[in-house]
């Protein structure tokens, strides 16, 4: 049966839309039908860290009743299937939020997960992600004001009828992650999937519009993202050893993006 899960954070920031694209890549490499869709009507990013920012058909042309949902769907990185959501200020203004639903109820039938990318913050246009999906997972950020607006968020989500029990923690230190992770679960009452390290390969592939699961497939970033996939789809992770395997130009990519940030 279909998995819908709604990505959300309490706050801008926190690499919300960045793990929706790669968690729906890595589940995609795992062989699952995945379809993500950028519901951030307002503020839109998905289609340009995938370079569809230019494509004709959008979200917005659905949701103003301009266009169907085929139309709206793009073929992504690994067989993933992207339904992008417009960048204009007039597509915003002509859509219909409410029609979101409709939208979301005809894609459930044809994939084995669907994300869905949230707005961030609290509005009329976040809630029915937040009502309507399985799980709301969060996205939230080490530090107090990303989990004390996340906590806000998953009170809002319980309010609307929705559930959260899962959060990922991104842009993680390297040390002291058990710690975070209690600390995190314990403010939130919820299960932490994991936790994505601060990775310079995250910019870098964003620049490049590809995922970095398949960019920089053993970095830190993208190896946790995979663990992560692999246990919401009931797989076992093969870790494959990035470390050991980075060459010179994941190196100096690194090293480069490291300079630069």
Sequence with gaps: MIKAYTIASGKGGTGKTTTTVNLGTALAQLGKETYILDADVGMANIGILL???NVPVTLHEVLAGKATIDEAIYDGPAGLKVVPCGISLQGFQDSNPDSLRDVMHELTNRCDYLLIDAPAGISRDGVVPLAVADEVILVVNPEISSIVDALKTKILTELVGGRVQ??????AGRDNIDLVEHKIEKSLGVRTLGAVPEDTFVRESAAYKTPMVIRHPTCPASRAIKKIAAEIAGCEYHDEGGAA?????DRLARTLFKVKN
């Design 245 to 249: 395997r980075e060459g010179f130009i």
């Design 166 to 171: 899962h959060a990922i923690i991104n842009r």
């Design 51 to 53: 370079g569809l920012e």
